[in-house]
């Protein structure tokens, strides 16, 4: 049997942001051709600044919206081109339901043109608020189709429904990722999400922001666990019959996340409370059973390793002017 690995050329929108930088260089790591295609709205170049000089490396400065001319074969398409964090998505919402909803149309369209595979980064955000605990992928979800969070949750659950119209019509084989709360070095310090937000706040020895009581719930994902899932997923040899939750199934509150991060970055100052936003879901945690059995995944990385993987990274960006300058703690949402 050859056992050559297989060298595709593979496309990430959104390579450019968190997850998609280190999706892009995990890529490399295997062989593959990489084309990152950005329109840098979140995310930075610097997250890419070692993938710069790779042989096999392309970024290209483009809009899922209007996506560029790709003259290249296309074996693999991942989109993760969307802003993720609430302040992020929330600032223009117009654009990111639009970015969800023409942009994954436009990639799907693309898939077809190439034959290529497509797998969407979908998000928990479908579940909204859940009544069913832990989720699984059948649960249809509680989700408020008018609220400040629907530009993002409605227009992922559209994107959802593209995939799986574009699948059931044999114009493209595609894959849905349900993606839980992931952290890890790349976040931004400023971008409201709830480990960044801590972390950075204990660094700089402010009281970190606790909205509500902190008994609502969340699941942490260190990123290198999530981007092992996602390549599984994608290179799955049988279709699977719908989408697939990847996270890390371990529950915490908010205030048992705050105390995990006091051990790893101390700080003299105690937590201060603001109100609970709209919309903010109390519970969340992924059943990932079908991940399990399907892809023989499971997360490895236990959140007291992330976190002490994750600091020494905000503890160089904080040291960046432009990180210290750009960061508006109080701005942020931040128990997604
Ligand atoms: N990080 C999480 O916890 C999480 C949870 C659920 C789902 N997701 C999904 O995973 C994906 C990646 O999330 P992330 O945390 O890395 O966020 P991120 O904001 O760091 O990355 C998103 C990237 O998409 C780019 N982008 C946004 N709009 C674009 C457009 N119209 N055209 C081209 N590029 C565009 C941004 O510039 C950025 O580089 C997103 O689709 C997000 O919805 C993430």
Known sequence: MDMTPVSRTILVAGGAG?????????????????????????????????????????????????????????????????????????????????????????????????????????????????????????????????????????GKRAAEALCYDYLRAGRAEVRVARIFNTYGPHMQCDDGRIVSNFICQALSDEPMTIYGSGEQTRSFCYVSDMVDGLIALMELGETPDGPVNIGNPGEYTILELAELIRRVAPTSKRPVFRPLPKD?????????????????????????????????????????????????????????
């Open 18 to 154: 968190f997850i998609g930088s280190h999706l892009c260089e995990a890529l490399l790591a295997q062989g593959h051709k990489v084309i990152c295609m950005d329109n840098f709205q979140t995310g930075r170049r610097d997250n890419l600044s070692g993938l710069l000089d790779h042989p096999n490396f392309r970024v290209i400065k483009g809009d899922v919206e209007e996506l560029p001319e790709i003259r290249d074969r296309v074996d693999r398409i991942y989109n993760l081109a969307s802003p993720a964090s609430p302040p992020a998505y929330q600032a223009d919402p117009v654009r990111t339901m639009m970015t969800n909803v023409v942009g994954t149309n436009n990639l799907l369209a693309l898939a077809e043109k190439k034959g290529a595979r497509l797998l969407q980064a979908s998000t928990s955000e479908v579940y909204g608020d859940p009544e069913v605990h832990p989720q699984p992928e059948g649960y249809a979800g509680h989700v408020n189709c008018n609220g400040p969070r629907a530009c993002y949750d409605e």
């Open 280 to 336: 903010d879901p109390k519970r969340r945690r992924p059943d990932i059973a079908r991940a399990k059995s399907l892809l023989g995944w499971a997360p490895r990385v236990p959140l007291e390793e992330g976190l002490e993987k994750t600091v020494p990274w905000f503890s160089q960006a904080l040291q960046r002017p432009m990180a210290v300058a750009g960061r508006t703690a109080e701005t942020a949402e931040v128990t997604r």
